[in-house]
C-alpha cells in the first residue's frame, strides 16, 4: 500500500506551536521583562539560523534547548492542548475533505520539521492520530526537510503534500517522491539550500485540499497501470 505524506505547519494546521504555546509564552516574558516579543524572538531565530547553517538540522528546530542557552530560561512543557483551540487553527478544507481522503486504499503520515514534543499533542487534540502515522520528525529522522532522507522509512510513497517549495517540494524531488504545492507558494527560500521558487517546481499544484482525493485517485490509477513516474507526472 501507497503512503501519502503530509507537511504540517500551513499544510494542515496553521503553526499551532507557535501559535498557542511558543508566541504567548514569549509574549508573557516580553511583558514582565518590559521589552517586546520580538526583542527575545530575534536572538532566538539568529540562533536556530547558525545552527541550520552548520548542518545541525535537528538543532535548529529545538526550541527549548535554543530558549535555554540563548536566553537563559526554560520554555515551559507543552500540556495537553484545547482541542477546540487547535480545531480553530485547521487549514481550509481539510476537516471537510477528510471522509474522502480515509475512503481511498492509501495510509497517511506526517513529515514536519517540528520536533515530536511540538507536533504530536496538536494531532492527538484533534483525534488524528489513528490516520496520521507515523509521524516524521527532525528529531526521530535524525535530520529535516530539504533532507531527502526524511522518506527513508515510510517505504512505496506515493506523493509529498505541502505548502513549501524550499522544504516540502525540495525534499520531495530529491526523493524521488511526487510533490504536490498546495496552496500558493510562500516568498523566500531555504537558509541553507538557496533555491528560489521559480528554481523549484512541483509536479501538482492544488489551490486547496478539495483537489486532493481526484489526484491521489489518479496518480494510484496511473501507478497501478504500471506507468513510470515520468508518466504520473503527466497532466
Not at 547558525?50 to 535537528?58: F, N, S
Not at 530558549?67 to 487549514?91: F, H, N, Y
Request: proline share 8%; aromatic share 8%; net charge neutral.
Amino acid at each position: 500500500m501507497y503512503t501519502v505524506t503530509f507537511d504540517l505547519d500551513g499544510t494542515l494546521l496553521r503553526s499551532p506551536f507557535w501559535r498557542l504555546h511558543l508566541r504567548p509564552w514569549l509574549a508573557r516574558v516580553a511583558q514582565a521583562q518590559s521589552a517586546t516579543v520580538q526583542d527575545l524572538w530575534d536572538p532566538l531565530d539568529q540562533a536556530a539560523d547558525a545552527l541550520w547553517r552548520t548542518g545541525d538540522w535537528v538543532g535548529a528546530f529545538d526550541w527549548g534547548t535554543l530558549i535555554e542557552k540563548t536566553l537563559g530560561m526554560a520554555l515551559p512543557s507543552l500540556d495537553d492542548p484545547d482541542p477546540q483551540a487547535v480545531r480553530r487553527l485547521v487549514m481550509p478544507y481539510v476537516a471537510q475533505t477528510l471522509p474522502q481522503l480515509l475512503r481511498l486504499p492509501v495510509r497517511y503520515a506526517v513529515v514536519t520539521n517540528g520536533l515530536y514534543a511540538y507536533q504530536v499533542p496538536y494531532l492527538r487534540a484533534l483525534g488524528w492520530l489513528g490516520w496520521l502515522s507515523p509521524v516524521i520528525t527532525p528529531d526521530l529522522a535524525g535530520t529535516a526537510k530539504p533532507d531527502p532522507r526524511v522518506f527513508s522509512s515510510l517505504g512505496s510513497v506515493l506523493c509529498h503534500v505541502g505548502d513549501r517549495p524550499d522544504h516540502d517540494t525540495v525534499a520531495a524531488r530529491r526523493a524521488g517522491v511526487v510533490a504536490v504545492q498546495c496552496g500558493p507558494r510562500p516568498t523566500g527560500h531555504d537558509r541553507v539550500d538557496r533555491l528560489a521558487n521559480g528554481h523549484v517546481q512541483p509536479d501538482w499544484e492544488i489551490e486547496d485540499f478539495r483537489e486532493l482525493p481526484q489526484l491521489i485517485q489518479r496518480l494510484l490509477a496511473q501507478r497501478t497501470r504500471g506507468y513510470s513516474r515520468d508518466d504520473a507526472l503527466r497532466r
